[in-house]
Every structure is written in C-alpha cells, then in structure tokens.
C-alpha cells in the first residue's frame, strides 16, 4: 500500500480514523462524526475546554469509554462520500 500514513490529498475514499487523529481534524472533514462523538462519549464530551485539539484515544480516556467501537462507527459514518455542497 503505497503513500499510506500520508493524508495529502482530499479523497477520503481510503480514509481511516484512527486513535491517534486530533478530534477537530475529524469533526473538519466528516462533521457527521459530530453525532457519532456524542452517542458514544456523551452530550458535554466535547463541551470540554482544548478537548478537540486532543487525539481520539484521550477523549475517549477522559470519558472512560473504550474506543474501538467509537473508532468503528466513526469510520462507517465517515467512508460515506459528503454531500457536495458550495465550495467542494
């Protein structure tokens, strides 16, 4: 698999979400994740002061949720192609 661990370039055909990824950086590029952060960690998750600048796996810590689930429907939500709108 060539190039992969690079996230260069904008098709997310072959995007993955992972622990590691900054919550914001998610939340930017598939905001239907958003619903996705709240049914698993709660509705104050990410109410919380500098929690979108933190990765995935320390709000799920901070929320003592295992993640893997989390990480599993976030992918599922986040492989469907956005809606086109405006400025795409």
């Known amino acids: ?40 960690l709660g509705p104050y998750a990410l109410s919380m002061p500098g929690v979108k600048t933190e990765a995935i796996e320390v709000l799920a810590a901070m929320s003592d949720y295992h993640e893997e689930q989390l990480l599993e429907e976030l992918n599922q939500v986040c492989k469907q192609k956005p809606k086109k709108t405006g400025h795409f």
């Open 1 to 40: 698999m060539a190039g992969h661990g690079k996230h260069h370039h904008s098709d997310h055909s072959d995007w993955v979400i992972t622990n590691k990824m900054i919550v914001q950086d998610v939340l930017n590029a598939c905001p239907q994740s958003l619903a996705v952060f709240t049914k698993h």
